[in-house]
């Protein structure tokens, strides 16, 4: 994940750009009128939605975007502009045509269900001026992007003649082309880099019903072979993706909890071409779009991730492997960023030599909140506090055994002789010390909500070990 950081490609998205307008209320009656719902509505917001969508999750996982587009000359149509530019999207090569409704997507939504979604918009072709003018943006927009990307909404700016030509411009200047379909018909895409249909949609494109694994590679080989595809990646929701390239692979995923499906598309498309232009593989790039559409669906309404979020959500998926668990200082501020509702709770010390103390120790600390996090003594520090002689054992292996602990979310080292810098910057809501601390200061106490007190198993020391050793 690190190493997606130290990329910004450019992006150029193309397609039909929307908001997404939202009622935010409760139902605590039905009306006398008719058989419906009375919603109240408490607030009101408006997001970027369709291929706007896209253009959102690009900008926060890092990316510089530039946008391609047709609206209507209107009030939807300024706001929309607006709302791409205040977001540091490029958003001036969009055309505005008069006499076009810009799309927008109503939905009232009480005690987080959607109860109706009521839209204003122009669905038919752009006119072949706007289509011209579109093309001849595209070509200029083309030759300085890293990736393509096509959103097809199925509002009329993918014509099927501008999506050819765009095709052919992309594999001109050697662009990869990312399309997320839309239809019965998808010859328009023929020759693309690759297609992310839904499970639905390939069924319809492919006109074979995917019930099992079988029809699923009937229907993903058909559409790769007869649109020359590189490839076509097919989402099956809660049963992850299929990749069709050379040969066939399923990738499983584990959503946390789903709330709304809601621009699930939209984020599998844009972490793909992140990914992609960063380097990674298709392999790579489609674990990276699946962990982002499982976190986007945790949310509700059109949502975005963040390289933190994903961060955090593969972290939950591999916690079982001790290694991921060690962290840098930095790392960790950006989990704790992703994970802001948790209760963290924050102890520390050297752990030279693993012991039932140690464990059950651990286990206490971890049961006053959600996430444990150890702050564990580098050797030098060790050395500076105990002597020449410690530690028995390298920082590299304390981290790693400790880390295994089930009860031990991360573990963090540090340089100093105390921890004080990193409880600073960590600032858990609980600080724990092992009983011997009663009545003395505990570093830190100032900076976490709460102290709490664990007492050791007793007889249980590093010093008894070493010792018992030293005299066998």
């Not at 209107?74 to 045509?97: F, T, Y």
């Not at 200082?329 to 012991?355: M, P, S, W, Y």
Request: aromatic content about 6%; glycine content about 8%; hydrophobic content about 40%.
């Amino acid at each position: 994940m690190d190493r997606l950081r130290n990329y910004q490609p450019s992006i150029l998205v193309v397609g039909d750009l929307m908001l997404d307008h939202y009622l935010w209320g409760k139902c605590e009656r039905i009306s006398p009128e008719a058989p419906v719902q009375v919603v109240d509505i408490q607030k009101e917001s408006t997001v970027l939605g369709g291929a706007g969508n896209v253009v959102n999750n690009l900008l926060s996982l890092g990316a510089k975007v530039n946008v391609l587009s047709v609206v209507g000359d209107d009030e939807n149509g300024q706001k929309l502009l607006n709302m791409l530019e205040l977001l540091g999207a490029d958003a001036s090569c969009i055309l505005k045509q008069e006499g076009r409704k810009t799309s927008r997507k109503s939905r009232v939504i009480a005690s987080h269900q959607q109860v109706v979604r009521y839209d204003s918009e122009s669905k038919e072709d752009i006119d072949q001026i706007s289509e011209k003018a579109l093309l001849s943006q595209c070509e200029k927009a083309i030759k300085n992007a890293d990736v393509v990307m096509l959103s097809d909404y199925g509002k009329g700016v993918l014509t099927s003649s501008f999506t050819c030509r765009a095709i052919a411009l992309a594999k001109e200047y050697r662009k990869p082309i990312l399309v997320d379909p839309k239809g019965e018909d998808y010859s328009k895409y023929s020759g693309a880099t690759l297609i992310t249909p839904n499970k639905k949609e390939a069924s319809i494109a492919s006109k074979i019903a995917i019930k099992d694994d079988e029809s699923l590679q009937k229907a993903g080989t058909l559409l790769r072979e007869s649109l020359g595809l590189e490839y076509v990646i097919i989402t099956l929701s809660e049963d992850g993706m299929a990749i069709f390239g050379e040969s066939f692979e399923k990738i499983p995923t584990v959503a946390r909890e789903v709330y709304d499906v809601t621009g699930a598309g939209d984020t599998v498309l844009a972490s793909l071409g992140y990914a992609l232009s960063c380097g990674l593989s298709i392999k790579e790039a489609s674990v990276f779009a699946n962990s982002a559409a499982a976190v986007v669906v945790g949310k509700l309404g059109s949502a975005t991730v963040t390289l933190d979020e994903i961060d955090a959500y593969e972290h939950s998926l591999r916690s079982a492997t001790a290694g991921s668990k060690i962290k840098t200082k930095d790392e960790i501020l950006r989990l704790l960023q992703a994970n802001k509702n948790q209760k963290v709770v924050f102890t520390n010390g050297c752990f030279d030599i693993l012991h039932v103390g140690h464990v059950k120790y651990l286990e206490v600390a971890k049961s006053f909140g959600d996430m444990l996090i150890v702050g564990l003594n580098s050797d030098d520090s060790i050395k500076r506090l105990k002597g020449q002689n410690r530690p028995i054992n390298a920082l590299e292996d304390r981290a790693y055994v400790l880390s295994a602990l089930e009860s031990v979310s991360f573990v963090v080292p540090f340089e100093e002789d105390t921890p004080l810098e990193l409880i600073s910057a960590i600032k858990p809501d609980i600080l724990v010390k092992g009983s011997d601390y009663e009545g003395k200061e505990v570093v830190g106490s100032t900076i976490a909500k709460e102290v709490r007190l664990v007492q050791f198993v007793e007889g249980k020391s590093t010093t008894n070990i070493i010792n018992k050793a030293q005299q066998q």
